[in-house]
């Protein structure tokens, strides 16, 4: 049974924090208190400096010159960065999280950087493992593991070191249904055994309104010279925020239960010609380990194929091979030659600049495809590649700035970003050279209700106009919403 910790005390007075590549300030003028062994839940919408708030709160946002601070950010009374050990958190990235090479020696490296016992530790890693699920040998790699399962590794890594404070960004982001209660089901068995202080952002907020006590909501304010930056809009019991205030918080982009975002009109046409087809497409990561298969399967223009099932059975090995981006471990995929278009007919012996026009992909991770030093740029890069005319580039760049919401970011570094405006970057970026098929992996991650309608609006405006679009996906929106054909990947 785990031991009782000492919850944590968390406070804002008046703090605020701007990046140094941005002009605006990320979070402005937040005060709060977080008394200890509160439950709190963060809403607010995308790009609303949730994510910056946590990462101060956890010591991790850099030194001056990685931006500006102002007022002051407290645990337990001292600056996070001298408050050792009494904060663990979760990133929406679980991979800047992921140190080293096993399973078992990358949950115990929290614990051995605290200097906990060596004859303790490895009973600690065994049930944070047990707490969230991750069935998995202690020395299975840690490469190996799936994005929703590395997000579990990540929080037993944090279960482990028992802080006084859990702060969890976006945890069940990527995981299946399954996944998202056993990791909230773990949360709750370790608050009730440590009682440690929560505080957890996450924009499908219904997952943790039963375990959460208050609810905190953040939104952009202006002090009159146009510098926008983040304050507290709302602050109260779950029932007191939701049910007086749900209405405008839905508006500005909460997800609040009974207020849904307006789903696109179903599709104008039936699907097109086939663009790739497989047959007996087994996939894997490495060579000789299949994941899943065998594969009939057609993807065709102007539909959308939803692919789903848990975590770790292969839909991200699925799609990457379906984009023409790693070999299959047995069968064929090919282009047929509408697509192809005088190449090759297998996507794999493609170059990059054939597959711009031809097949994009957006990964699950954002940062795995930032290249560049701005957002334009950004945008940039696949139409340079390209070799298109200047004046074509920017009506293009700044087209999709404002069709995704991200003008006022035009010339922030993209790292800077939050996890949902990184999200609608890469598929900006994809959709700039304008392909005629698009593979997007958990393409609505991070979004508030808004941009979530918005770029699910955006991808079925895609598909009208005769793009075939892989979505994989656990939001079971989602796919309702672009009437998905859907393929059950099974472990």
């Excluded at 200097?115 to 969230?132: C, F, K, N, S, Y």
């Excluded at 599709?267 to 000789?288: D, F, I, N, W, Y």
Aim: aromatic content about 2%.
């Amino acid at each position: 049974m785990t031991a009782a910790v000492q919850p944590a005390a968390l406070e804002a007075r008046g703090w605020g924090w701007r990046y140094a590549t941005r002009r605006r300030w990320a979070v402005r003028d937040v005060e709060l208190r977080i008394e200890p062994g509160e439950r709190v839940l963060l809403l607010g919408a995308s790009g609303s400096g949730k994510s910056t708030l946590l990462q101060g709160l956890g010591g991790v946002l850099g030194g001056a010159d990685e931006g500006e601070t102002r007022g002051e950010l407290l645990v337990d009374g001292h600056v996070p960065t001298d408050a050792r050990g009494r904060v663990g958190m979760v990133l929406q990235d679980p991979d800047t999280q992921t140190i080293l090479a096993r399973v078992g020696d990358d949950v115990a490296f929290g614990c051995e950087n605290l200097g906990v016992p060596r004859d303790e530790i490895w009973p600690r890693v065994r049930e944070a493992l047990d707490a969230v699920q991750l069935d998995v040998a202690l020395d299975r790699s840690t490469a190996a593991l799936s994005g929703g399962q590395k997000q579990r590794l990540a929080l037993a890594g944090v279960l482990a070191m028992r802080p006084g404070a859990i702060l969890l960004d976006e945890p069940t982001a990527n995981l299946d249904p399954a996944g998202v209660d056993e990791v909230r089901g773990a949360v709750g068995a370790a608050l009730d055994r440590t009682g440690a202080t929560l505080v957890v952002i996450e924009h499908r907020i219904d997952v943790w309104l039963p375990l959460v006590t208050r609810v905190i909501v953040l939104g952009t304010g202006d002090d009159g010279t146009g510098d926008d930056g983040t304050v507290v809009l709302a602050d109260g019991s779950p029932e007191a925020v939701l049910g007086e205030r749900g209405a405008e918080l839905a508006a500005s982009g909460v997800w609040v239960p009974g207020h849904p975002p307006a789903a696109p009109p179903a599709p104008r046409t039936e699907p097109g010609e086939p663009l790739v087809e497989t047959r007996a497409l087994q996939v894997s990561r490495r060579r000789g380990l299949r994941v899943a298969g065998p594969f009939d399967l057609a993807v065709r223009a102007g539909e959308v194929l939803g692919i789903t099932g848990p975590n770790g059975a292969g839909k991200s090995t699925l799609g990457l091979t379906l984009a023409g981006l790693i070999p299959p471990e047995a069968g064929a995929v090919r282009a047929t030659p509408s697509l192809a278009a005088g190449e090759a007919t297998d996507p794999l012996a493609w170059s990059s600049r054939t597959l711009l026009t031809r097949i994009a992909t957006v990964l699950q991770t954002p940062e795995h495809q930032l290249l560049a030093k701005t957002v334009r740029e950004e945008l940039s890069v696949g139409p340079r590649a390209l070799r298109m005319a200047p004046d074509e580039i920017t009506a293009r760049t700044d087209d999709l700035l404002d069709r995704l919401r991200l003008r006022h970011l035009a010339e922030a570094n993209p790292y800077t970003l939050s996890g949902g405006e990184k999200r609608r970057l890469t598929v900006a970026a994809a959709i700039a050279t304008r392909p005629r098929m698009l593979v997007l992996d958990e393409p609505t991650f991070g979004q508030d209700a808004v941009t979530w309608a918005e770029l699910v609006g955006l991808i079925a405006a895609l598909r009208d106009e005769g793009t075939a679009i892989v979505a994989i996906s656990h939001d079971e929106a989602v796919l309702r919403a672009l009437h998905a054909r859907r393929i059950e990947v099974g472990r």
